[in-house]
Structures are given as structure tokens and as C-alpha cells.
């Protein structure tokens, strides 16, 4: 496993902390693997999920940073989004 997946599953579980977000989603670093999330927390694995969000390792960092918004980089075309729209959403108001 990755450096940026194990930071990610950290980053994302302080995050998600306290939050429910009523079904899986899983969030895949390009050339690095997945985090999948449910009411539990994050956690590195693969998974079949009800919305998978795919992005590169720096826009990943920078949404989990604060330094970019999850739907400006969805608009821009650096995170793509496959799946259920309403959990993307969701989850963009828990990331931010």
C-alpha cells in the first residue's frame, strides 16, 4: 500500500469522524489505489461502491487539504464522478 493511500485513509477518517454518510463510496488515486468510506470510516481497499469519485494524487491532496473544493474540481474536470450524484455530494460538504 502507498504512502498516499495510508494518508488518505487517515486524513479521511479524521474527517469522517462522527459522520454518517448512509452508504459507500470509494475514492480512487490514480497510479496509487482506492479508499473506500462508509458509516465506519476509511479504510484502503477496492470495493464495489455507490459512487466512486477519481482523481490524480495532487487534486486528491488538495480537496483533502481545503485548498480546493470538490465541486470546482469536479466542474474543471480533475475529479471524475461515477455513480450515485446525491452521495458525491454528500461527501464534497463532509470534505470540504
Do not use: C, H, Y
Not at 450524484?85 to 454528500?90: D, E, I, S, Y
Request: glycine share 12%.
Amino acid at each position: 500500500m502507498s504512502d498516499i493511500i495510508n494518508e488518505a485513509v487517515s486524513a479521511l477518517n479524521d474527517k469522517l469522524a462522527g459522520q454518517e454518510i448512509g452508504g459507500t463510496a470509494k475514492f480512487e488515486i490514480e497510479g496509487e489505489g482506492a479508499v473506500m468510506m462508509d458509516d465506519s470510516g476509511a479504510r484502503a481497499a477496492d470495493e464495489p461502491a455507490d459512487v466512486t469519485m477519481t482523481a490524480d494524487a495532487d487534486t486528491f491532496r488538495q480537496i483533502l487539504e481545503g485548498e480546493m473544493n470538490p465541486t470546482a474540481a469536479f466542474m474543471s474536470g480533475k475529479l471524475s464522478i461515477d455513480g450515485d450524484m446525491g452521495m458525491a455530494m454528500k461527501l464534497a460538504g463532509v470534505l470540504a
